[in-house]
């Protein structure tokens, strides 16, 4: 799994956007769904979104709920994450992970990890 945040990288001002992209090599969107945590320092893994193609099935979290959505491009195996109204507490490392079908959205369901992208948020 490759992540990137973008032509800018993942610097960007409070209200403004961002979209992550994880490209996936090696198996399947319809073995595996794909899913964005997020690490902030002092602070737990959290999941973010997640998205499970061959059903078209989307989660979440609440604090994200109206400001990110999550899409999937199956024919270039890519899931994006497009960031809107950004707060400075969305500042983290971001991460996709695939897990498979029927595994929980949780750190310990993913079977594969992106090496994360820093996106940092500033007032």
């Known amino acids: 799994l490759r992540s990137a945040a973008g032509v800018w990288g993942g610097l960007v001002q409070a209200g403004g956007s961002l979209r992550l992209s994880c490209a996936a090599s090696g198996f399947s969107f319809d073995d595996y769904f794909i899913g964005w945590f997020r690490q902030a320092p002092g602070k737990e893994r959290e999941g973010v979104s997640c998205?499970?193609?061959?059903?078209?099935?989307?989660y979440y979290v609440d604090s994200v709920k109206g400001r990110f959505t999550i899409s999937s491009d199956n024919a270039k195996n890519t899931v994006y994450l497009q960031m809107n109204s950004l707060k400075l507490e969305d500042a983290a490392v971001y991460y996709c992970?695939?897990?498979?079908?029927?595994?929980?959205?949780?750190?310990?369901?993913?079977?594969?990890w992106g090496k994360g992208t820093l996106v940092t948020v500033s007032s």
């Open positions: 992970a695939a897990g498979p079908l029927g595994s929980y959205f949780s750190v310990e369901g993913m079977h594969y």
């Open positions: 998205i499970e193609s061959r059903h078209g099935t989307i």
